[in-house]
């Protein structure tokens, strides 16, 4: 049988597209304040659901016993815990369910001889990063468990930035399947892109600390941060010391991701405008006409939901549009790269 035919590949682009569910659920989990409503880990057990009176009553009561419900949620009755506990649950079996997916077809694709050595090595970076991404969902959920009725930003961070790169090298796996061939137009064109992943990723990051400590529910304007001015006193006066506001304060985190945003949009174009006088094949140009464009919505998407104040449905969406200009990157390199 053919080693890394296509079904190793509809296999990892099985997984590209979980990773990208989960991540949505984990938006409206995020953006719903439903992460903390589970306060326990079961990794069998929890998998269902409370399925009668009694054991909603228990899971309620579990939960009454944390700052979430003593600090913000003392005025909630079962109902709304069951709403916020959906959500939770939700991204947790999901969660589960990806681990399935990418472990047991690995094993089959293992024994039956159809992978090559080097996707088993892959694969196997595959599976630590996904044992590590759920490490990272409980040590996040585990922090808004103790005083602090909400999760570390800095562990928020770190858990959605995984999962971006999860899908990132899972995605590029599947891509060194499908397109074996490459041909390198120009290194330091190839450069360009590796250095405007890294600005990206960067963003991503910021934009994780943005939602981590609510910090897109101030400063509703643009393009200004606040009427006639760039940068709002505030982003240098709320923490001690001065850099501190660019990492834990809410105005200047959100100053740096507005600000990355920017760069990130001039980045493309440049690359993009770099691209023009070059010779490309054709699925190389496409490639980076899609980014250009995907980073125009993406950009447009953040100011929308900025101006709004964070409405759910404009947050996931801002955060769908991240995931697919990370697509967008990472299949430009791919296309750029020996």
Known sequence: M??????????????????????????????????????????????????????????????KQYPEYQKLNTHFNLQDFKDIYFWEWLHRVIGRFIGIVFFIPFLYFLITKQLTKPTIKKSIILMCLGAFQGFLGWYMVKSGLVDNPDVSHYRLAAHLTTAFLTFAYTFWVALDLIFPQKKVVSNSFRNLIRFGLFILIIQIIYGAFVAGLDAGFIHNHWPMMSEGKFMHQTVYIEQNPIYKNFFEGKSGVQFIHRT?????????????????????????????????LVVIIQFLLGVFTLIFQVPIWLGVAHQVGAFFLLSAMTFTLHRFTK
């Open 260 to 292: 990355l945003a920017y760069i990130v949009v001039l980045f493309i174009i440049i690359i993009w405008k770099k691209s023009r006088k070059l010779q490309l094949l054709k699925i190389q140009n496409n490639a980076i006409n899609i980014l250009l």
């Open 2 to 63: 053919k080693k890394d035919n296509k079904k190793v590949i509809y296999w990892l682009l099985t997984g590209c597209m979980l990773i990208f569910i989960m991540v949505i659920i984990g938006g409206i989990t995020r953006l719903t304040h439903s992460g903390l409503s589970i306060s326990n880990y079961k990794l069998i057990s929890g998998t269902i659901p409370p399925m009668s009176d009694v054991e909603w009553q228990e899971a309620f009561d579990l939960y």
